[in-house]
């Protein structure tokens, strides 16, 4: 249908602010996006956020209802909606300003709701108090607004065509009373998995903030990572669009939730370790703008590529010791024990060839399964990428050091089976100590940063050019730091690798 209206109609909004504002009266080429050539729910949802008194406004959400024609409440929550509640009052008046001098007037209420964000699911965004909103129509949360209270926020927030319905009392929606049965306007969730060993797990140190190294004295004492603290505030930065989830397990049992949090810089594992995540966030909040986001971190320590984390499909493989000239038999995906002698009958153990990868991606599919649980109001996903940073076990074993690099060959075209992701990047870090001198033998990890170097190298695997990509992990760690001792527990080496896989991970997404 021919849209009824256009940058030169007669119109406003008498938007009714309650105590949080009065009444203001907005105009409606302030409302009117000329490059989109429609009137736009974001501008008016911004405008209301500027108007009110609230002293917080980033942290709330409008919800706008207005009268219709036959008398009944409507909610407006899309850019439809708004020109729907516009063109009822058009049919069959002037809307030219040069046609007439009295202009149309929308009559609307906004109320104004907490955003849902917090310490985990159940929580306010102090985390504390229980909220029984499960759902609600409103677009996301904008923390910046122009001088005409109006963000450059692209389509998918409130922008657009997702029809919604709110059967709940608006009154009880508000305090927070009653459940909501409303549809948010979550798109797609951009899912990142990560998956590694302690590298990965992370053991930065948190706190505390007069002690160096830790992520409390980068950040509040030397102003490090801006971006993970709220001036305004002054506490750490919550994000909006990204969800910071950990679960963890032994091998294939159940394992835990380690968090379930909007990501933050005070959202730790165990309370006190951080791993590579809040650096690799801070690119993915930044490259996706508004649209949602999980980073899906599965993993524990000290588990090997080559045989923990073995993928599907991997063949055992022969190996012969240099100083004893005894030769094994590797154990491929489903087999054990690790190794026995070559031409033997294996003795199985308890545990086999792969039952940590099966573990992981396990418990990420169960995450993904109860998506609402872990991203408020999501329906729908796609997994976007992988991260991986392991390594340390794999360096400890010669046999393992020289297969390392078919197995990550093996383990990128597993997870893009698996998750349907045929296209999507992949980005690993190498450990810290590794170098390319001959001299870096053993668990210096020099056949694993050799390995990782020629997966990333579109000369040798044509078909991850342009979709694999590396960190040399080496650039980041201090003199001293290594995989082995978790790097020190240096917040900053975790932050910057972290920022640098963030970055690679974006770099290949824009290709």
């Known amino acids: 249908m021919t849209t009824l209206l256009s940058a030169e109609t007669n119109a406003i909004v008498k938007l009714d602010l309650g105590d949080k504002g009065g009444t203001r009266r907005i105009a409606f080429s302030r409302l009117w996006d000329s490059e989109q050539s429609h009137a736009s729910f974001n501008r008016l949802s911004n405008l209301a956020l500027k108007f009110s008194t609230l002293a917080r406004p980033n942290l709330h959400r409008p919800i706008i209802t207005y009268t219709d024609v036959d008398g009944d409440t409507i909610t407006i929550s899309t850019r439809r ?38 310490n985990g699911i159940g929580t306010n965004e102090e ?29 998918g927030r409130g922008d657009d065509d997702v ?69 305004t505030t002054e506490d750490w930065a919550v994000s909006n669009t990204v969800r910071n989830v950990f679960v963890m397990g032994s091998g294939d049992s159940n ?29 993915l909040e930044t490259h996706y703008n508004s649209d949602p986001v999980m980073m899906l971190k599965s993993c524990i320590g000290n ?71 872990f991203y408020p109001g999501a329906t729908e996903y796609e997994v976007a990428g992988f991260l991986w940073w392991q390594g340390d076990r794999d360096s400890r074993s010669p046999a393992l050091s020289e297969v390392y690099e078919s197995n990550l060959v093996a383990m990128i075209k597993a997870l893009r089976v698996k998750y349907d992701a045929p296209d999507a990047p992949f980005v690993t870090a190498s450990l810290g100590q590794s170098t390319l001198d001959p001299s ?38 201090l003199p001293g730091e290594a995989s082995g001792n978790h790097y020190g527990g240096n917040a900053d080496t975790y932050m910057q690798v972290g920022a640098a896989m963030g970055e690679k991970m974006v770099e290949l997404l824009k290709k």
């Open 127 to 155: 985390g504390n108090r229980p909220m029984k909103i499960s759902k609600v129509v409103a677009t996301e949360g904008i923390d910046t607004l122009d001088s005409d209270g109006v963000t450059n926020e692209p389509l």
């Open 303 to 373: 588990r090997a590529l080559g045989w923990d984390l073995l993928p599907p499909g991997t063949p055992s493989f022969d190996w012969t010791e240099s100083k004893t000239g005894k030769e094994y038999t590797y154990a491929g995906y489903g087999q054990s024990p690790e190794r026995w002698p070559k031409d033997t009958t294996p003795q199985p153990g308890n545990w086999k060839a792969g039952i940590q990868y099966d573990g992981d991606t396990r418990r990420a599919d169960e995450v993904l399964a109860d998506l609402g649980t």
């Open 440 to 477: 870096c033998e053993g668990n210096c990890g020099r056949l694993i940063l050799q390995a990782m170097l020629n997966v990333a190298d579109a000369t040798k695997y044509p078909e991850f050019a342009g979709n694999v990509a590396m960190v040399d992990a080496h650039d980041y760690a």
């Open 255 to 283: 394992g835990t939730c380690q968090n379930n949090s909007w990501m933050a810089g005070n959202q730790c594992h165990q309370g006190k370790h951080i791993g590579p995540e809040l650096g690799i966030g801070h690119y």
């Open 163 to 231: 029809s919604t319905s709110c059967t709940s009392n608006l009154a009880n929606l508000v305090s927070g009373s009653s459940t909501a049965t409303c549809r948010d306007i979550v798109p797609k969730v951009q899912v990142f998995i990560m998956m590694g060993q302690s590298n990965m797990l992370g053991l930065g140190s948190f706190g505390p903030v007069n002690k160096e190294k830790t992520l409390q004295n980068a950040v509040i004492r030397q102003g490090k990572y801006p971006y993970l603290w709220n001036n």
């Open 81 to 118: 909606e708004l020109k729907e509640a516009f063109e009822q009052f058009v049919v069959g008046t002037p809307v030219s300003a040069t046609d007439a001098a009295t202009p149309i007037i929308l009559r609307a209420q906004a109320s104004f709701i907490k955003k849902w964000r917090g």
